[in-house]
């Protein structure tokens, strides 16, 4: 199954992830010491970052190291910049509608 992407970064766990690889590629065991959970549950964790193809993983015999797909990261940071522009655009328009208040009381 393919999940979106802010299915991945949806909760805190995997937000805190993803902060982690992106300084650097890491296994598991390394990320799990970083959690106050079990190995399983952050591994729960790195499938779903897999799934939505925010994580890439490579086998170095016999541990599996992950690492971060910074260009999934520019797909959200690119629907963000929309939805700041339609925000800003509602703030202009409402910015106007508090001038044209103010004018009529005087």
Same mark, same amino acid.
Request: some cysteine; charged content about 30%; proline content about 2%.
């Given at each position: 199954?393919? &999940?979106?992407?802010?299915?991945? !970064? /949806? ?18 065991? /390394? ?14 964790? !790195? ?5 939505? %193809? *925010?994580?890439?993983?490579?086998? *170095? $015999? ?7 797909? /910074? $260009? ?7 629907? *963000? %910049? ?7 655009? &509602?703030?202009?328009? =409402?910015?106007?509608? =508090? ?8």
């Amino acid at each position: 199954m393919r &999940r979106d992407i802010f299915q991945a !970064i /949806a909760d805190p766990t995997r937000r805190a992830i993803v902060m982690l690889l992106a300084v650097q590629a890491m296994t598991p065991n /390394a990320m799990a010491e970083h959690f106050e959970t079990s190995r399983q549950a952050v591994s729960k964790h !790195i499938r779903i970052l897999v799934e939505c %193809e *925010l994580v890439d993983q490579e086998q *170095l $015999g016999r541990e599996i190291q992950y690492s971060l797909r /910074a $260009g999934k990261m520019r797909e959200m940071e690119k629907w *963000l %910049e929309q939805f700041k522009a339609v925000m800003a655009k &509602r703030f202009s328009q =409402l910015d106007d509608v =508090l001038t044209q208040l103010k004018a009529r009381k005087k």
